[in-house]
C-alpha cells in the first residue's frame, strides 16, 4: 500500500495538525511551502494534483 501524500491549504495548514501528520510519517505538504498563500482553490487543487497529491473522481 503506498504512503499518503497530502496537500493543506489555508484552511486546514494548522500548525499542531501538520505536526501530528509528520510525526506519524505522513508527508505533507502546506500552502505555504508552495508558496500558494492567498490563491484560488483551483490555483490550490492544480498544485495538489501537479505534486500527486489528490486525485480526481470526477468524470
Do not use: C, P, W
Not at 486546514?12 to 495538525?17: D, N, P
Amino acid at each position: 500500500m503506498s504512503q499518503a501524500r497530502l496537500y493543506l491549504d489555508e484552511d486546514a495548514m494548522r500548525r499542531s495538525l501538520v505536526f501530528g501528520l509528520r510525526s506519524r510519517h505522513v508527508n505533507v505538504l502546506t500552502a505555504s511551502e508552495a508558496r500558494m498563500i492567498n490563491r484560488e482553490d483551483q490555483d490550490h487543487l492544480a498544485t495538489a494534483s501537479a505534486s500527486g497529491r489528490v486525485r480526481s473522481f470526477l468524470k
